[in-house]
């Protein structure tokens, strides 16, 4: 793939794992990789929008929708678009086709691949509405990275937490760059 003028881009949804995105855009920065960020509302209440536009020195989209059409301008520049971590509210959205915000309205507007790293307390991860929603996101050519197992922040034990950075990393560049950092 091409990707001279094309952004990798992240989408951040509300989890307390939304931290740990800050150390994966780092990292693709640091291999100088352009990345740009989005965020839901609920995301930018764990982490400022202003942590990200220090890391990748571009505008970061919050929220619902700016003055212009950012999400289709966003999709005229993607190589990648990888939501980490993707709450249960952002997996069914994108699941029902429904854009209520910069993140869902940009994946309608895509034609380029998506990965999606779901971080969400175990029981709400293995609800049959939450599989669902995954299998139908697979079945429209989403590649989904499995959250792994542990306790996660509510002291609760199963599979459910965000699967490792490198992973999810090596999946993006895999993509962007055809090869594995």
Same mark, same amino acid.
Request: proline residues 4%.
């Given at each position: 793939m091409d990707t001279k003028n094309k952004n990798?881009?992240? !989408?951040?949804? @509300?989890?307390?794992?939304?931290?740990?995105?800050?150390? &994966?855009?780092? #990292? &693709?920065?640091?291999? @100088?990789h352009p990345v740009t960020v989005l965020m839901t509302k609920n995301a930018a209440r764990f982490v400022g929008p202003v942590t990200f536009q220090a890391l990748t020195d571009q505008k970061v989209y919050t929220g619902d929708f700016g003055e212009e059409m950012e999400h289709i301008d966003i999709k005229n520049t993607a190589s990648v678009f990888c939501v980490v971590p993707a709450t249960a509210n952002v997996i069914g959205k994108m699941a029902n086709g429904i854009a209520d915000d910069v993140l869902?309205?940009?994946? $309608?507007? &895509?034609? %380029?691949? /998506?990965? /999606? !790293?779901? !971080?969400?307390?175990?029981?709400?991860y293995s609800h049959k509405a939450v599989q669902r929603n995954l299998r139908t996101l697979? #079945?429209? @050519? /989403? $590649?989904? &990275?499995?959250?792994? #197992?542990?306790? /996660?922040? %509510?002291?609760?034990? @199963?599979q459910g937490r965000l699967a490792d950075l490198k992973l999810i990393e090596n999946e993006i560049l895999k993509i962007h760059t055809g090869s594995i950092s």
């Amino acid at each position: 793939m091409d990707t001279k003028n094309k952004n990798i881009i992240i !989408a951040v949804s @509300g989890s307390i794992a939304a931290y740990k995105t800050c150390d &994966l855009v780092r #990292e &693709l920065r640091k291999k @100088g990789h352009p990345v740009t960020v989005l965020m839901t509302k609920n995301a930018a209440r764990f982490v400022g929008p202003v942590t990200f536009q220090a890391l990748t020195d571009q505008k970061v989209y919050t929220g619902d929708f700016g003055e212009e059409m950012e999400h289709i301008d966003i999709k005229n520049t993607a190589s990648v678009f990888c939501v980490v971590p993707a709450t249960a509210n952002v997996i069914g959205k994108m699941a029902n086709g429904i854009a209520d915000d910069v993140l869902t309205s940009a994946y $309608l507007a &895509l034609h %380029c691949p /998506v990965i /999606v !790293a779901p !971080a969400m307390n175990p029981q709400m991860y293995s609800h049959k509405a939450v599989q669902r929603n995954l299998r139908t996101l697979k #079945e429209d @050519g /989403v $590649l989904i &990275l499995e959250p792994v #197992e542990g306790t /996660v922040v %509510c002291g609760d034990t @199963g599979q459910g937490r965000l699967a490792d950075l490198k992973l999810i990393e090596n999946e993006i560049l895999k993509i962007h760059t055809g090869s594995i950092s």
